[in-house]
């Protein structure tokens, strides 16, 4: 239900009466009305702030800051905002007079035109192009958008006017519900977003490239590798990894021109993004144009070249993006990894407290060393001996046991004495931080153990159950435990604690 009622009286710009005469909708900014004034008949929207939610007043002062700037763009493709009330002479809170546009926004034309199964001519794409970037250029001497997508996109005639300039950045500190980190929504926001740097009038120039290729072809460029539209990681990964699709795939008419600039404001790099100006050269250029009625007029030979050389950079983008990705996901995953290995340790602290409390006679103290960057820690017990844990680097080699991936290990036991592995298991792709297992080895009973001394790691003086200490004996041998004649055998066990108190244990003899 809308909070304020029909017929609500309200001031307005030019200190005139305005009557609330409809309720328009909610958004993520606020509530939306449409008002009339009760002296010159003018019409204008009205959209209630839910600045009341925001975290601080800083903020809220930020918000109506950003809207008085607005107040001082006028460009006939930008919505014109008439007058900002900061709520204090107000009973329905703080507001922001705007000028009323009557035709709907380009995200409905684009489902229209999807639905009738036709695209927008490329004489029209053209001039909603040039609109867009006009509107954008004259709100970036201002502010920054920073929520550029199709429904802020609205039409009065022939007219597109970018709206609700300067609002995306204070929503995600009342409604935490409609966009993401920078501001933005998820479908159109820059890299730079995702990874909390700097945002400039590039991240415009980015999500009004992906409007460019939906407005060609009715299709967001990632959606096609999105399938989960409301899951944050995977329009992450698509926004950093993903290059833009030539358009052509989906409008094999479209000029050359249009995809170069396409894939230019979608750099993934923001310097490598046109500014507004840039953008309207290649826009405006009367061939442009021409190519778009008549489908070309390049010499065919030209024409091909400049075909051929867009591909290669198009594949070039991709090599890259795909190379960065890979870098990307194994930093990930060797930096989850480490911190699984640091939580693991984290659960030997309660037994040696324990044991430290009781005992009199002496500490166990524990040293660890991250040098080789994954950690190593010593357990000196008062009796003498030592308890050693180290990690083994990770590795994504899809070894699996019994149904389970093995994502990492390491070496657990008393320096001379018993020891184990340390296996971390995934139970599928969508389980990030595993569970460790203790897995205690042993020669098999038909193996003379002598054959194996100077392989494994194995000495005359080993003591079995045993672990292997080299990550790559480790790796390789751990397949072993699906089952199968093999030189050794192996016992799993869940309980990590008790084992490590049973160390301890043993270690005081």
């Given at each position: ?24 909708g909610?958004?993520?900014?606020g ?48 919505v ?8 204090g ?114 991240i ?21 590798g ?47 993004r ?17 190519s ?20 290669k ?68 017990i ?9 990690f ?23 320096e001379g004495?018993r020891s184990?592995n ?6 599928g ?6 569970s460790?297992s ?43 435990a ?28």
């Amino acid at each position: 239900m809308p909070s304020v009622q029909i017929g609500q009286k309200l001031a307005g710009p030019a200190d005139e009466i305005y009557t609330i005469s409809d309720f328009l909708g909610r958004g993520a900014f606020g509530e939306v009305y449409r008002a009339v004034s009760d002296v010159s008949g003018n019409v204008m929207a009205v959209k209630l702030l839910a600045i009341g939610e925001m975290a601080d007043e800083s903020t809220r002062r930020a918000l109506l800051n950003e809207m008085k700037a607005a107040k001082e763009i006028s460009h006939r493709n930008v919505v014109q905002v008439l007058h900002v009330n900061e709520g204090g002479s107000s009973t329905i809170g703080p507001y922001v007079c705007m000028e009323y546009v009557s035709g709907g926004n380009l995200a409905a034309v684009i489902r229209a035109q999807k639905k009738a199964n036709t695209k927008i001519p490329l004489t029209r794409a053209l001039e909603m192009m040039i609109d867009i970037a006009q509107g954008l250029r004259a709100v970036n001497t201002k502010l920054v958008h920073r929520d550029v997508k199709p429904d802020n996109i609205l039409i009065e005639g022939t007219a597109l006017k970018i709206a609700d300039f300067g609002i995306a950045k204070f929503i995600d500190e009342s409604t935490r519900s409609h966009t993401f980190k920078g501001g933005q929504h998820i479908a159109y926001m820059a890299p730079e977003g995702w990874v909390a740097e700097k945002n400039t009038f590039k991240i415009d120039v980015y999500a009004a490239g992906i409007v460019f290729f939906e407005i060609l072809s009715l299709e967001h460029p990632f959606i096609a590798g999105i399938k989960d539209l409301g899951n944050f990681l995977e329009w992450e990964r698509s926004h950093l990894f993903d290059s833009c699709p030539d358009v052509r795939k989906l409008r094999s008419e479209a000029p050359i021109a249009m995809v170069q600039l396409i894939t230019r404001m979608t750099a993934k790099r923001p310097q490598d993004r046109p500014d507004w100006d840039d953008v309207l050269q290649v826009l405006s250029n009367p061939t442009l144009e021409t190519s778009a009625e008549t489908n070309g007029t390049i010499a065919p030979a030209l024409e091909a070249a400049i075909a051929s050389a867009v591909a290669k950079k198009q594949k070039q983008e991709r090599m890259s993006l795909e190379n960065a990705q890979q870098l990307a996901d194994q930093a990930r995953f060797v930096g989850l990894y480490k911190r699984v290995c640091e939580d693991l340790l984290q659960r030997f602290i309660q037994p040696v407290e324990q044991f430290n409390r009781s005992f009199q006679f002496g500490q166990i103290t524990i040293a660890e060393d991250t040098s080789t960057g994954f950690s190593l820690a010593r357990y000196c017990i008062p009796t003498g001996s030592q308890i050693t844990i180290c990690f083994f680097p990770p590795k994504q080699n899809g070894i699996a046991v019994k149904g389970r991936v093995v994502a990492g290990g390491g070496w657990i036991g008393i320096e001379g004495g018993r020891s184990a592995n340390l296996v971390r298991f995934l139970d599928g792709p969508d389980d990030l931080y595993g569970s460790w297992s203790i897995c205690e080895i042993k020669i098999m009973a038909l193996t003379d153990p002598r054959k194996l001394i100077g392989s494994f790691g194995i000495t005359p003086d080993t003591i079995e159950p045993l672990g292997f200490k080299n990550s790559d004996d480790f790796y390789q041998q751990i397949y072993y435990a699906n089952g199968g004649l093999h030189v050794f055998t192996y016992s799993f066990l869940s309980d990590i604690e008790d084992y490590f108190s049973r160390l301890i244990a043993e270690g005081c003899k």
